[in-house]
């Protein structure tokens, strides 16, 4: 027998850590009084600061029926968990609690764990459309922009501000690491980064209340409803942040399953058209040139960077991309 390798351990301390919070049954405060038995527990995914787990619930409200119930569950275990918790209940209250549009349910938050309980999202994920045919469900990128319209609207929550020179630190980030792993390219990246910095400072800084990380695989949906996850990174900031992310990561997904970037493009003209159509900030998506630059700086980034994947041969046209989203923002153009 082979011997573990450090990738092995890790995964394995991982899988440990979510393990522990399938000890005790979810905090299901949120619901009607009433009784919860545990029928199955699973790992979803794991992870060392923010593992995410699964239980089944029978649970009787007192009716004499018992209903089966999908509860997840998310540690925090760097904190922030009660502020996920109190966010999720506040948009619910704004208005995310109807049969089309939706944020998860919060059942209930466990201090002493750091755990939050709350509804199950539908199991198909708009990332997961994207292997069909091109174009094919852009429709569903429409629902998407509806989604996004609604949560630019929202006032009187409670979320942190982003800081001003967040983009900027990013940028600079990115930009060290990208030129040391593409040498070749380490000049054009320098003047790419300094120019989406320059545009990002232009760019409309009309403050509202954002996802932070907007895009295809935090979107559940089924026939009926959409449902946003992951707010952890939800602040006050520029609705274009939000309108740039997804634009940015639904072109390089798409280019990862057929191999060129305007793959994704007819979901992208769908989804501006319907965020504008239900009262979006004309502002934002007049900045969204500025914000698309700086996701392809991210996403590079992280292809490269933090998972390197084995075939970078798409490196020149994302470089050519970054570098026409910057010419459209100094042109003024939408993209």
Do not use: C
């Not at 209930?108 to 199991?123: M, T, V, W, Y």
């Amino acid at each position: 027998m082979s011997a573990p390798t450090p990738d092995t351990d890790a995964r394995a301390q991982r899988h440990a850590i979510a393990e522990t919070m399938l000890v005790s049954p979810p905090p299901l405060d949120g619901l009607p009084p009433g009784r919860a038995q545990v029928l199955t527990r699973s790992v979803v995914h794991a992870s060392r600061s923010r593992p995410v787990v699964r239980w089944t619930v029978a649970f009787d409200s007192g009716s004499g029926t018992s209903s089966l119930l999908a509860v997840i569950g998310k540690g925090y275990r760097a904190g922030g968990g009660e502020q996920a918790w109190r966010l999720l209940s506040s948009l619910r209250q704004a208005g995310f609690d109807d049969r089309e549009l939706s944020v998860p349910a919060p059942y209930g938050f466990d201090p002493s764990r750091q755990l939050l309980a709350q509804e199950e999202a539908p199991g198909t994920t708009l990332h997961s459309l994207l292997d069909g045919e091109p174009g094919a469900a852009a429709s569903e990128a429409g629902r998407a922009g509806r989604w996004l319209a609604r949560l630019h609207q929202v006032r009187g929550v409670q979320a942190p501000d982003l800081p001003p020179d967040f983009e900027r630190l990013k940028l600079t980030e990115y930009e060290g690491a990208l030129a040391g792993i593409l040498p070749q390219a380490a000049a054009r990246v320098t003047s790419l980064t300094a120019a989406t910095i320059d545009e990002l400072a232009r760019a409309d800084g009309s403050r509202r209340l954002t996802h932070g990380d907007f895009q295809p695989k935090n979107i559940h949906l089924d026939r009926n409803r959409l449902v946003v996850i992951d707010f952890d990174r939800a602040a006050w900031a520029p609705a274009g942040r939000d309108l740039g992310h997804f634009i940015g990561q639904t072109l390089t997904m798409g280019a990862s399953r057929h191999g060129t970037l305007a793959a994704a493009a007819p979901w992208v003209d769908r989804f501006l058209e319907d965020y504008l159509a239900a009262g979006g900030d004309e502002g934002a998506v007049r900045s969204v040139p500025a914000y698309v630059a700086r996701t392809f700086a991210e996403v590079l980034f992280y292809r490269l960077v933090v998972r390197p994947v084995p075939d970078p041969s798409f490196v020149p046209d994302w470089l050519d991309a970054w570098e026409g989203a910057v010419s459209a923002a100094a042109g003024g153009r939408y993209r």
